[in-house]
């Protein structure tokens, strides 16, 4: 640390140029996890955040709820096997109007009081004769209050809005959720039949491994099969895997050329007596000391951003995410100073005898 | 050269003090077979406490090889490197950045001090280095900084002094740590013969006051007067 320090403090614009590279990365990885994580949940928070284990669907149909179609007569064997733990769930997409907007949402079907129902933040619960809905809270930006109809688009079928509950939203829509038998209602098409049926535990999973003709996702194998999901993540997620492999290459070249630069340094200090493992040590405190650094800056930047992006903007970053990148971000800084220990390590004391004869 | 045999029996009074450095039938060749290439011929030299040797010779005469031989930096094809009564040659590599540490000075020619640290700090770097106590080594360099007159450049860094204050700087760096001797590449490389005889005069005045052994390898016959011995160099060959 001794060196380490010294050296940062003498060269301090450098230090703050390399700093402020490795800033602005940390900030637009941050920046991309939390719009990765904000799309995400913007997409499928319904399946992000459920208390399901797994879903069955049909077998066709490979995890994709609006592909599958269960009959009433699969319901219950998959209940004869998996027990309480399971519960029905239909899917349509609804086009509606709450009277001034035309609006769009998927209406989902679900059994009143089961753990696939909505937690409402406010209003009422969903009741097993209940024919209204209750809709994700997004749905508000739009207009729509509590107590208002919403008419269905063609048909005209009317639903009110009985409750909000939160963070239900599907194919970045929001989720209106009805009764199964509103649902089937509104439906007429498929009565006696049901999209899926949500396990509430693994272990209920399990208990169907013998019910033949099904298909069984997990619940994060049924995201991966939401249509579109995949996609999205995986370009959001290929960007910042390359951000931070340019933030470990950027780090290792800069450092590898300083360190090849100070070859005759490193030689006088090597014959003065100074070891490897010292001066091996001096250059990782000293990546590690400005990685943190600018890291942290990055971080204390990126909780500053969100406060200004607009409300309709899907992000979403937790300080655990924010550790975590940042984690990752040291690790990578630590890894890339290899290449110039590799150089250090070769460096022979010799070179400090008749250098510049 | 004085040529040091081994005694059967020492004589007590007449004897001198024994030698910090001694260098025993020390040879380097490179490759082998055909193509070998004697770099420094087996070369046998002492050095005494509170005696600066020069070695003189053109440039490509091995003043290097020689020199890094002295300062356990390079293993010699042949013989043996005995300082401070410790045989280098038998110790293992991985030991004698540890041992150049405790026991060598050195001041060589050019890129001599680190330039992001002040002129205190590049004598306290080497207690710092020896996992020394911090306070000792402030005081040392103060009294070091304080004797070789350079007080008022201790928050300097190196490149706000001059080639001879560098060169003073870097003499007062190796004796912090005490050594027994001391090894001088050049010093007087890139100064002025006023500058180049102030700085040798420095290193013997150090040398005979603190009873240091010291050898300088230089071609600049204008401070070989300043020296207690001086052995020419050419061709690999050393003659006293």
């Known amino acids: 640390m001794y060196l380490a320090l010294r050296e940062l403090r003498h060269h301090r614009f450098r230090s703050l140029l390399i700093g402020g590279i490795v ?120 207009g729509v209050a509590l107590g208002d109809t919403l008419t269905l688009k063609p048909g005209g079928d009317t639903v009110q809005v009985t409750g909000f509950t939160r963070g239900a939203r599907l194919n970045h829509q929001p989720v209106v959720f009805v009764t199964l038998d509103r649902w089937h209602a509104l439906n ?12 509430k535990t693994a272990a209920a999973a399990d208990r169907l491994a013998g019910v033949d003709g099904l298909g069984l996702l997990t619940r994060a194998q049924t995201l991966q099969a939401l249509p579109g999901y995949r996609e999205e993540q995986g370009s959001l997620t290929m960007i910042q895997v390359f951000l931070v492999v340019v933030a470990a290459f950027v780090m290792a070249v800069f450092f590898y050329v300083l360190t090849l630069q100070k070859t005759p340094q490193f030689g006088l200090l090597k014959a003065i007596g100074a070891s490897t493992r010292t001066l091996a040590g001096s250059l990782i405190a000293q990546m590690l000391l400005l990685t943190v650094l600018a890291v942290a800056a990055a971080a204390l930047v990126t909780l500053g951003a969100t406060a200004l992006l607009p409300a309709g903007l899907p992000f979403a970053l937790t300080p655990a995410t924010l550790l975590g990148a940042s984690a990752l971000l040291t690790l990578v800084a630590a890894l890339s100073s290899l290449l110039s220990l590799r150089s250090i390590a070769r460096v022979d004391p010799l070179i400090a005898i008749g250098a510049s004869a | 050269m004085t040529a040091i045999l081994e005694m059967p029996r020492p004589v007590p009074s007449t004897e001198p003090a024994a030698p910090i450095l001694s260098l025993q039938h020390v040879s380097k060749t490179y490759g082998d077979g055909e193509g070998t290439i004697t770099a420094l011929h087996p070369a046998t030299l002492d050095v005494r406490p509170g005696e600066l040797v020069a070695v003189s010779g053109p440039s490509g005469s091995g003043k290097s090889t020689f020199l890094s031989i002295a300062g356990a930096l390079l293993r010699p094809t042949s013989g043996r490197v005995v300082i401070a009564g410790q045989d280098v040659t038998a110790q293992s590599e991985a030991t004698l950045p540890a041992f150049r540490l405790r026991h060598l000075g050195f001041v060589l020619q050019s890129s001599n001090l680190i330039p992001y640290l002040t002129v205190r ?10 996992g020394g106590n911090a306070r000792e080594a402030a005081q040392r360099a103060d009294e070091l900084l304080r004797t070789l007159g350079l007080e008022s450049r201790a928050r300097q860094y190196p490149g706000g002094l001059s080639g001879g204050q560098r060169q003073r700087v870097a003499i007062a760096r190796a004796l912090m740590n005490d050594p027994a001797l001391i090894l001088a590449d050049e010093p007087t490389a890139s100064l002025d013969s006023v500058r180049g005889r102030e700085v040798v005069q420095l290193l013997a005045q150090e040398v005979h006051g603190r009873g240091k052994a010291a050898v300088m390898v230089t071609h600049d016959e204008r401070v070989l007067d300043l020296c207690d011995r001086v052995v020419q160099i050419v061709d690999g060959r050393l003659k006293g």
């Open chain 1, 188 to 199: 007429p098409r498929t009565q006696g039949t049901v999209n899926a049926v949500a396990l």
């Open chain 1, 23 to 142: 800033a602005l990365i940390a900030f637009m990885v941050f920046m991309l996890t939390g719009l990765t994580r904000g799309l995400a949940h913007d997409n499928a928070a319904l399946l992000i955040e459920t208390r399901a284990a797994a879903f069955v669907t049909s077998k066709d149909a490979e995890g994709v709820f609006t592909r599958s179609f269960l009959t009433l007569d699969d319901v219950r064997r998959v209940q004869a096997a998996a027990g309480q733990d399971a519960t029905p769930l239909a899917q349509s997409f609804a086009s509606f109007s709450n009277g001034s907007r035309q609006l769009s949402a998927v209406l989902v079907g679900v059994e009143a009081g089961s753990f696939m129902a909505p937690e409402v933040a406010e209003g009422t619960a969903l009741r097993a004769s209940s024919v209204g809905a209750v809709v994700d809270e997004s749905l508000r930006e739009d």
């Open chain 2, 121 to 130: 700090e590049q004598l306290t770097l080497v207690p710092h280095l020896a």
